[in-house]
Every structure is written in structure tokens, then in C-alpha cells.
């Protein structure tokens, strides 16, 4: 960025783009950003109530506002809102990937704040407002959505030398809860334990995403044969009926993880010698807290978004149309399957997963 004098950046507002997978994918550059100005003010912006419990611990943030819908309702909602924004007084706006939607680049732009750093991408440059933002770094179609935050550093002129890997910050709290949940259920003497994500979120047709409920009932059938291993089922509260169906179906051996935080759910998670799961933000936070990790991946580009680390494994098929969502069609709303049914997950058997599991668990 020309003319860049980093003594003038005292507030900083990072703008986190929905979901989180996408948020934690920000983690590594978020401590970059406070290693480089360290006296600044750093707001986090979150879309959803629900997404400040990954960063509401973290030493990186000084505040986190929600910007939810319903906290901003109506036309008078939105104007409160900006001059909210407006009145923090914003030396520099970074706006995380992905973000080619017009909110991501308008918000930065009334905000008022006088550095606005975002994304460059090959679409929907007039539609998506990306020409509001006043330094754009352009997409990297080769590398994965991590390094695509670390690659915004290059408009502050940082040297990233950090750890290319997830931070989550899990309390002393959040560790005794999980460990009280393996003690009710008679599972803190167990050597080893099975995690399963079943689901994934709902948005913009990402059901897609989700690997068949019988064949992750059968999948948890066999490894409770196989390892005596209890298998834990995580997932939101949306997700609940989805999890009873596999409990009932799988038998013993299965529990369903129920009315626990966010954060508890993710030391519970880093209790597990294998996580095993769709593309979705609980299997980041696997990823997030060193738990090997089984990816099923169909419609979504595993370039992008496959769990990060060497130690983890991603499982698709690789039919000539996958992955549908690519980082080419990025902003472009629902993605449309051009088969009856997703095909790109049906093509993943029991048998491949359970092989793949038996040798991360040898």
C-alpha cells in the first residue's frame, strides 16, 4: 500500500466473512496483524450472534461487534449501524475471503474507514461494489483459502513468518465441561474415541455437502465392532434429528453431543483420536485442535477448504464435474448439481471411509 505510515493505524476493522470454517481459515493472519500493530484497536466484525464465541477469547481482539439482521432491522436498523461504524473512526478495514458480495465491500466503504483492503476476484466486479475498496489483492486460483488471508498482509507490507496453521483458543472451563461430558457418559477411561460431523450448514444449497445419514450410521457400526470405540456426534442444534436418526440406526456404541458451548464442543472434539466429517466448519475446528481428520468431500473444491495440515486425509470421488463450487464461481449464489442427485458424495462407500479410518486409527 503506497504511502503506508503504520503509526497512523491505531483502529483497526476486520470484516469476517459467514461461517466458521471461513473465520478460523483467518486465524493465522489475524496474529500477524497484531504482531505488526500491536497498540492498535482491532474489531472483529461478525455476521452472526453464534460466530463470536471462536475469537471472544482471543488475545489478538480488543472488541468483537455482531452485525446480525435482526440486531440491525429495517432501513433505520442499517443507518444506526453505520453510524456506529462510522463514529469508531476506522484507520484500516480488511475484509476476509470470501467476500465477493456488495455488503462485504459497501460496509468497509461506509464505515469511513481510509484503508479499505479486500480481494481482488474475476467476477462480478461492478455488482459485488469490490471497486469500494480502495487496495485489492488479487485471487490466487492455486492455493488454499488460508493462504489467501495470509496473501492480504502483502497490502501492509508484512512478511508473514508465522505458523501457517488454525488458532482457537479453548479455556481451562471449556476442557472441565468436556471432560464432565465423558464422565457422565462413562467414557474418560476410554483409550480411544471416534468424532463424526454428519451434517453441514443449510445456506445457498450447502446440504449438498453431506455425505448419506445411513452410511455414516453403518460406518459407525463398524468401528464400534471393530475398536469397541464409542462414536460422538456433533453438530448443531438444527442438526439434532439428523444425529437421532444415526444413533438409532447405528445401535450402541453411539452418543448423540447435546447442550454443550461451542468452545466446550471444541475441547470435547480435541478429545477424539479421529474426526471423521463433511466439509464443514466443525471439521476446521478438528483441523483447529490436531485431530486427525477424514474429509468427505463432493461439491466443494478441497483446494480451497480441505481440512489444513499434512495429517489429515480427503476422501471424494473426482468425477469430471467436481467440485462445482470452485473458486471460479465465487459470489455466484447457489451452485446448481447438474445430476438428479449429488452424485459426488454417493460415489464414496462405506468400505473406502472404514479403510481410510482403519489406517488412521492402526
Request: charged share 25%; with cysteine; proline share 4%.
Amino acid at each position: 500500500m503506497r504511502n503506508l505510515n503504520k503509526t497512523e493505524i491505531k483502529k483497526i476493522m476486520i470484516l469476517g466473512s459467514i461461517g466458521i470454517g471461513n473465520l478460523l481459515l483467518f486465524s493465522p493472519a489475524l496474529k500477524a496483524v497484531r504482531k505488526e500493530f500491536p497498540d492498535a484497536h482491532i474489531t472483529f466484525i461478525v455476521l452472526k450472534e453464534s460466530f463470536k464465541r471462536l475469537y471472544e477469547r482471543s488475545p489478538d481482539i480488543d472488541e468483537i461487534m455482531i452485525v446480525e439482521k435482526k440486531l440491525y432491522p429495517g432501513v433505520r436498523g442499517k443507518i444506526k449501524l453505520i453510524f456506529e461504524l462510522r463514529r469508531k473512526k476506522f484507520d484500516l478495514s480488511i475484509t476476509t475471503f470470501p467476500a465477493n458480495r456488495f455488503e462485504y465491500n459497501l460496509l468497509p466503504f461506509l464505515s469511513g474507514a481510509k484503508r479499505r483492503i479486500a480481494h481482488k476476484y474475476n467476477r462480478k466486479t461492478l455488482t459485488s461494489l469490490s471497486f469500494l475498496q480502495n487496495y485489492r489483492v488479487p485471487v490466487d486460483y492455486t492455493i488454499h483459502d488460508l493462504d489467501q488471508n495470509l496473501n492480504l498482509l502483502k497490502a501492509l507490507d508484512i512478511d508473514f513468518t508465522g505458523e501457517r496453521r488454525l488458532h482457537i483458543d479453548v479455556t481451562e472451563k471449556n476442557q472441565r465441561e468436556a471432560e464432565q461430558f465423558l464422565e457422565k457418559n462413562g467414557l474418560k477411561n476410554k483409550d480411544m474415541i471416534v468424532g463424526f460431523h454428519p451434517g453441514s450448514s443449510i445456506e445457498r444449497g450447502m446440504i449438498m455437502k453431506r455425505w448419506q445419514k445411513e452410511r455414516y450410521a453403518e460406518l459407525a457400526q463398524k468401528i464400534v465392532a471393530k475398536y469397541g470405540s464409542p462414536v460422538l456426534l456433533f453438530g448443531g442444534n438444527d442438526e439434532e434429528e439428523l444425529k437421532r436418526f444415526i444413533k438409532e440406526s447405528a445401535g450402541e456404541g453411539v452418543l448423540s453431543v447435546s447442550g454443550i458451548s461451542l468452545m466446550s464442543t471444541t475441547a470435547l472434539i480435541g478429545k477424539c483420536s479421529l474426526f471423521i466429517s463433511n466439509d464443514s466448519g466443525l471439521m476446521h475446528i478438528a483441523a483447529a485442535v490436531d485431530v486427525k481428520t477424514i474429509a468427505l468431500f463432493g461439491p466443494s473444491d478441497p483446494l480451497r477448504t480441505a481440512p489444513y495440515g499434512d495429517k489429515h486425509t480427503v476422501i471424494r470421488t473426482g468425477i469430471d464435474c467436481c467440485p462445482c463450487w470452485s473458486i471460479h464461481n465465487l459470489g455466484a449464489g447457489v451452485v446448481r448439481c447438474v445430476h438428479s442427485e449429488n452424485i459426488c458424495m454417493k460415489g464414496i462407500t462405506v468400505d473406502r471411509v472404514f479403510q481410510e479410518a482403519e489406517r488412521a486409527l492402526s
